[in-house]
């Protein structure tokens, strides 16, 4: 039997340095998997000038699939690269996939488990973060972690963050105090379950402790708006040392720049190719 066409696909944005990690990502996963993957972006990606991506445009999802369905082809499998079962695998894929069928006719898109899937867990994702904590303080560990995520106005997407801070908390020295901050939040008391904005939190904690040392631990894929050479994390912390000169912030690389991270990939591919629904 024919393997189905294999996507692995991200949010998308607007930073080529986002669409080469995805294409790092899908071409370790090939090796792995001895299967051609096709890195994918759900949007924003196909702006980016050919010229910041060696020459070779970004797909998004839906041209990608369009372009397939032409060629007569029906069997697909989308990796997800995302922890949580986002508004994008749960509204936007299948609005996309809707608007296919209605033009091209039936086909079968597989959609494989995000990689914190809900309730189960996935332990290792919190193994990559103690990596890559302790490739950052080299030898030298903090007074207090912070596990920092995008944010969302979803309570299960929200939720992933806070298992993933828990299996944390096992892995790391009782001695070290661990926190959590978000990138991005709604106003308004009913968004209170997504978590205090980094801004805030680090510049509170910088007031009560002037003295505390601190690593960022980066529940992030790929570089983009918020982590990676140039976010909002960087200035965020810049701002925070010229403020409080004795504060010590050290951020950690992302998840998504992490080999274990393939792994697990792997193995929701390989669920995927032994349940197609």
Do not use: W
């Amino acid at each position: 039997m024919k393997t189905p066409t294999i996507l692995l696909a991200d949010n998308g944005s607007k930073r080529a340095d986002s669409v080469i990690n995805l294409r790092l990502l899908a071409k370790q996963l090939s090796n792995l998997s001895n299967h051609q993957v096709f890195p994918v972006s759900l949007q924003h990606a196909d702006r980016i000038p050919t010229d910041l991506l060696n020459g070779e445009a970004a797909e998004t999802l839906t041209t990608f699939l369009r372009e397939r369905l032409k060629q007569g082809e029906t069997e697909f499998i989308l990796i997800p690269l995302f922890f949580g079962r986002s508004r994008a695998l749960t509204s936007f894929i299948p609005q996309q996939l809707e608007k296919l069928r209605a033009e091209y006719g039936p086909f079968r898109l597989t959609l494989a488990e995000e990689l914190y899937p809900l309730p189960q867990g996935e332990p290792r994702v919190a193994t990559i973060l103690q990596q890559q904590l302790q490739a950052t303080d080299q030898g030298r560990p903090p007074q207090l972690v912070i596990l920092v995520d995008h944010g969302s106005p979803l309570p299960q997407v929200s939720e992933v963050r806070k298992r993933v801070c828990a299996d944390l908390r096992q892995q790391l020295s009782p001695r070290i105090e661990l926190q959590q901050a978000v990138m991005e939040r709604r106003q308004g008391n009913e968004y209170d379950f997504n978590g205090q904005l980094l801004s805030e939190q680090l510049e509170k904690i910088a007031l009560s402790r002037p003295n505390i040392s601190i690593d960022l631990a980066l529940l992030f894929l790929s570089p983009g708006r918020h982590a990676g050479a140039g976010g909002d994390i960087e200035s965020i912390c810049q701002q925070i040392r010229e403020s409080h000169p004795g504060v010590q912030i050290r951020i950690a690389p992302l998840v998504g720049q992490h080999p274990g991270i393939a792994e697990i990939l792997l193995d929701r591919l390989d669920s995927a190719l032994d349940n197609p629904v």
